[in-house]
């Protein structure tokens, strides 16, 4: 459905109460990545100190079975591994996490993300942290955690973690079970009903009903369980008609790219609301769409500003939260209205 822009928005600011304004929830991507090096500990203490509800944590295994916080499976986009192992890249040029120790792994220099031109490395977002400045490290789960928590006693807050299960299959091809690894950590540190402060997301939606059939009965457990969605093409039945109250049988929410909420194709005088908040809310899912930056270039051309794109996706389409690189300027946003 199409929305008129101005009006729709301020009709839905007017009609919520400030304490429906208060639920709505501030995940900080990969911590402040806008700021420091994603998945740094440095950047999650950031984002910790600049208000975020959450704070999302990636996740691969090494070689000798350790949780460590990464986007990707591969080394290569934000360490120094080409150059500490040369020799160490798989035939297709790329170092694969699972094929080095966590002690090989301290070794590296964790940097802002960049991609090979020419040979030389080019810094991804341009005016984000410097390359080679300062000295940072990939990080444990464990660490992460217990540095959250920590924080959550000196402060006296309750501030949550939002892990990923990076590529489970991929995982389980190569001889192990990620995803109980990554529950039995967070069993370990009292995290064990929905009540508890975590959202567990995954892409793979084999991996999900395998986590909540199987997993969590064995670990006894029951956590939040969100089902991430980069496309309609992912999964289709999810946007057929009674595909999101399926999806409720396994899932608490989804987390689909924000495209999929007001189509790309909208403009300043008319926004096209594709009606999935709507859909999931009738499910009984929550919905936290990814990814919001403010990065020149980032923000779609039917929105002014960054804190446009935020008042669009937070009051028109109705998003329980969403995931950014900024959480600072979200959470201002959100404290403002």
Do not use: C
């Amino acid at each position: 459905m199409t929305i008129s822009r101005i009006a729709g928005i301020l009709l839905v600011t007017l009609l919520m109460t400030s304490e429906a304004i208060a639920q709505k929830i501030v995940i900080a991507h990969r911590g402040a990545s806008g700021y420091l090096p994603e998945h740094t500990l440095p950047a999650k203490a950031m984002a910790y100190a600049m208000g975020a509800h959450y704070i999302e944590q990636d996740l691969v295994m090494t070689a000798d079975d350790q949780l460590i916080v990464l986007h990707d499976i591969t080394l290569d986009r934000t360490t120094d591994v080409a150059r500490k192992f040369p020799n160490r890249a798989r035939a297709d040029g790329r170092y694969y996490a699972i094929d080095f120790t966590l002690a090989e792994i301290r070794q590296l220099v964790a940097t802002e993300g960049f991609e090979l031109e020419d040979g030389e490395p080019v810094q991804g977002f341009k005016n984000r942290f410097p390359m080679n400045r300062s000295s940072f490290a990939v990080p444990t789960f464990q660490e992460e955690i217990e540095m959250i928590q920590g924080l959550n006693v000196s402060t006296g807050q309750d501030i949550g973690i939002y892990p990923e299960i990076k590529q489970a299959a991929f995982h389980r091809a190569e001889g192990k079970d990620i995803s109980t690894a990554v529950v039995d950590v967070l069993k370990q540190y009292g995290y064990t009903s929905k009540a508890d402060k975590v959202f567990l997301q995954t892409f793979e939606y084999d991996e999900l009903r395998t986590i909540k059939e199987e997993i969590f009965p064995a670990a006894g457990v029951d956590l939040n369980l969100v089902q991430l969605i980069g496309s309609a093409e992912s999964y289709p039945w999810m946007f057929e008609a009674g595909g999101m109250s399926r999806l409720a049988e396994l899932a608490d929410g989804i987390g689909p790219s924000y495209n999929l909420i007001i189509d790309r194709s909208s403009t300043k005088g008319q926004l096209i609301d594709t009606g999935l908040v709507e859909q999931a809310h009738d499910a009984g899912l929550v919905v936290h769409p990814y990814t919001f930056r403010a990065d020149t270039g980032m923000v779609p051309g039917y929105a002014d500003d960054f804190e446009d794109l935020l008042n669009i996706h937070y009051f028109a389409a109705g998003v329980d939260g969403l995931f950014t690189d900024f959480p600072d300027r979200a959470v201002r946003f959100l404290e403002s209205r």
